[in-house]
């Protein structure tokens, strides 16, 4: 079962998503998505995924996940996804996500889903707020390790503070495959060289985060506007002293500029330092590098946006290839642990 292909191409087979909770940022965009466009649905057989079902952890408003869910489906083509090259779907449309999801959770631990970082840090923001956290935040990572281990995932394009969920869903492939017999390939992260963690710029220690409403000023939009964007690059956070140079530990706004013009330029961060005299030049430069390297997903997205019909059709006939994909090996997860399947 290990080794089944869909498609028949050459490359590793691909997996990756992004949760429909909030707009989609710059983060969301260095970190993943550029490279699904830009190298993964070139080189392999690449399935992406709007992962409607873990928009379901935290508190939603279910207008504002449908609506968000269209619009991220409508960006991941804008960034260049090509329905012709690689399978675009939404979670909940392919049962064997959920259906996966509970074997999962018959392989993992209580212990191990609690140590998960994302967990904890969401976890204590809901309780902070006075609310109740809800069970699949706990049991999240299972979901996530059925959407990658469902489709034979090899490598899965992420940003940084993905890479520990990726980990279980390795460990989780092992643990079946040694108990249950060969079921499932062992995935592994991809990481981007740089930008891998880019960060609020009003809190550059903390990561810039779509759900994070209240900080807006410090989150830069795919679809903000090229002013917008400018503001908020130019009143990005710096740190004390003016000497430019990339140190993420003791001057991490900086670091985080350097990191995204790096991102934005192709160069290196530590190089571009070098290149600036003073923070006011870098801010200007990286907000005219962001504002480029968004200005064509603004343009492609407003033309999608436009054509729902069209998406919707993406959708669907993503969700029937990846059905088709994932259906024979959680069938054989299912015989291997022992149900009628
Ligand atoms: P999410 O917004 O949590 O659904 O993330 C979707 C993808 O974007 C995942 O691969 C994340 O690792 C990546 N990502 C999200 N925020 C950032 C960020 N600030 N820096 C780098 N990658 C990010
Ligand atoms: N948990 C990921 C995030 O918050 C989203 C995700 C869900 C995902 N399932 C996935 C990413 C499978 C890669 C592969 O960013």
Redesign the pocket.
């Known amino acids: 079962m290990v080794s089944t292909r869909a498609m028949g191409a050459a490359g590793p087979r691909v997996f990756?998503?992004?949760?429909?909770?909030?707009h989609?940022?710059?983060?969301?965009?260095?970190?993943?998505?550029r490279r699904w466009a830009e190298v993964d649905q070139h080189r392999g057989d690449a399935v992406f995924c709007v992962?409607d079902l873990?928009a379901l952890t935290v508190e939603h408003d279910p207008a504002r996940v449908r609506r968000l869910s269209r619009q991220a489906a409508t960006l991941m083509l804008a960034v260049g996804l090509d329905p012709q090259r690689c399978t675009v779907f939404v979670q909940s449309h392919v049962d064997e996500h959920a259906r996966l999801s509970y074997l999962m959770e018959c392989t993992a631990t209580d212990g191990e889903m609690r140590r998960m970082i994302q967990y904890r840090e969401k976890a204590a923001r809901v309780t902070a707020r006075g609310g109740s956290v809800r069970l699949s935040l706990l049991t999240y990572p299972a979901l996530m390790a059925a959407d990658i281990l469902a489709y034979g995932t090899q490598e899965?394009?992420?940003?940084?503070?993905?890479?520990q969920h990726v980990e279980l869903a390795r460990d989780l492939a092992v643990r079946f495959n040694q108990r249950y017999g060969p079921t499932f390939v062992v995935p592994k992260a991809t990481l981007?060289g740089v930008?891998?963690?880019?960060?609020?710029l009003q809190d550059p220690t903390s990561?810039?985060?779509?759900?994070e409403q209240t900080r807006a000023a410090g989150i830069v939009y795919l679809l903000d506007e090229p002013d917008v964007v400018r503001k908020k690059v130019l009143r990005a956070v710096t740190d004390g002293g003016s000497a430019v140079a990339y140190e993420p530990a003791e001057r991490p706004g900086v670091a985080n500029l350097l990191s995204v013009l790096a991102a934005c330029t192709g160069g290196d961060p530590e190089g571009l330092a070098g290149s600036y005299g003073s923070y006011g030049a870098l801010k200007e430069d990286t907000a005219e590098a962001v504002v480029e390297v968004l200005r064509p997903v603004r343009e492609r997205h407003a033309a999608l946006a436009a054509d729902t019909g069209y998406v919707d059709g993406v959708l669907r006939d993503g969700a029937e290839r990846a059905r088709s994909m994932a259906r024979p090996r959680v069938d054989a997860a299912y015989r291997a642990v022992g149900l009628l399947a």
């Open positions: 990756s998503g992004v949760q429909p909770t909030g989609l940022t710059l983060g969301n965009y260095l970190g993943a998505m992962v873990h899965v394009p992420v940003g940084a503070d993905q890479a981007p930008a891998a963690r880019v960060m609020d990561k810039m985060g779509k759900s």
